[in-house]
């Protein structure tokens, strides 16, 4: 069955930080993520029929009618929504953003990228909220600024592998105004292979560097617009979406301490980064909740 060669991978496990009676939901949510991921990814067939026949399993069962070859990732995701009585389009995104990824392969304009992020990444935001009861307007435009953050810093950590398959997702204008063209993201195919990644001689060039720079900050401005979320949620999510976010603002850390070298192994981020981020925003909600008369 199609869906069945992609539903293998081991999916992450829910943040410790979340209530444990909601880690189901969030583990359907990520199911169903993944599964969408690697059929527009990495399923071997057709990857727009895949994609298809996986929002039409999905919307079959929301109506009554489950297919007999059902996917259990489909059947987990639709058992969480119909419980929790959660939208369904911001899963119908993800499947849209994947046949976008199969068609689209550059970005004419920075809103053009923001579009497809509100495809791919600001759903899962979304439902993650509405799991928590806490989707209103406001918490909605910070979550999006942040998951669209996040998308962009996963972007930046991979642009020369996405290079060397013909896709990029750094604007047109952008390129143009520091004088950077497509193929000067390839790096010599002597020096980079996608099994080994390491820095060509030299590394990128100047203008690959500042490119990229620009993008970083670009990409921390986004989660920064998105911070006051951490301080607006009580309890463990507040902390959750503080730990997204300094895994953002961690790995956006390692990629300057390459100096924006784009052929140059991705650094993990280092931990102690991560953690003068995290106490950064932890401290930042204590105090917000102080100036609002009394702990969040």
């Known amino acids: 069955m199609v869906l069945g060669q992609a539903g293998g991978e081991n999916f992450p496990v829910a943040s410790r930080l979340l209530p444990a009676q909601v880690r189901g939901d969030l583990m359907a949510l990520y199911g169903w993520a993944r599964l969408v991921d690697e059929l ?3 399923y071997a067939g057709d990857r727009l029929a895949a994609l298809d026949l996986a929002e039409s399993q999905l919307r079959a069962t929301l109506a009554g009618s489950p297919p007999q070859d059902l996917h259990p990732l489909v059947a987990t995701v639709a058992a969480t929504v119909e419980r929790r009585g959660l939208p ?5 995104d993800l499947v849209q953003a994947n046949r976008q990824d199969q068609v689209v392969k550059r970005y004419r304009t920075f809103d053009e990228l923001r579009s497809y992020c509100a495809l791919s990444a600001n759903p899962v935001g979304r439902t993650v909220l509405a799991i928590f009861g806490a989707a209103t307007p ?4 910070w979550s999006d600024a942040i998951c669209t953050g996040l998308q962009l810093v996963e972007h930046w950590q991979d642009v020369a592998e996405d290079a060397i398959v013909g896709r990029v997702y750094i604007p047109e204008p952008d390129m143009a105004r520091f004088g950077v063209t497509p193929e000067q993201l390839v790096p ?3 020096d980079y292979t996608h099994r080994n990644r390491r820095a060509a001689p030299g590394g990128a060039s100047a203008e690959c560097r500042a490119l990229m720079a620009f993008e970083c900050g670009r990409a921390r401005l986004l989660l920064d617009e998105g911070t006051p979320l951490v301080a607006s949620l009580k309890g463990r999510l507040g902390l959750a979406v503080a730990g997204f ?3 953002g603002h961690a790995a956006l850390d390692a990629l300057a301490a390459l100096d924006f070298d784009i052929y140059a192994d991705t ?10 981020h995290f106490l950064r925003l932890v401290v930042g ?10 702990p969040r």
Do not use: I, S
């Not at 369904?88 to 119908?92: A, G, N, R």
């Not at 650094?267 to 003068?276: D, G, K, L, M, Q």
């Not at 909600?285 to 009394?294: D, E, V």
């Open 40 to 42: 527009g990814d990495n």
């Open 267 to 276: 650094a993990r981020p280092a931990p102690e980064r991560f953690t003068a």
């Open 245 to 247: 976010l300094a895994g």
């Open 88 to 92: 369904v389009q911001p899963l119908l």
């Open 285 to 294: 909600k204590a105090r917000a909740g102080t100036h609002r008369g009394g």
């Open 188 to 190: 010599p195919p002597a």
């Open 138 to 141: 406001e918490h909605v435009a």
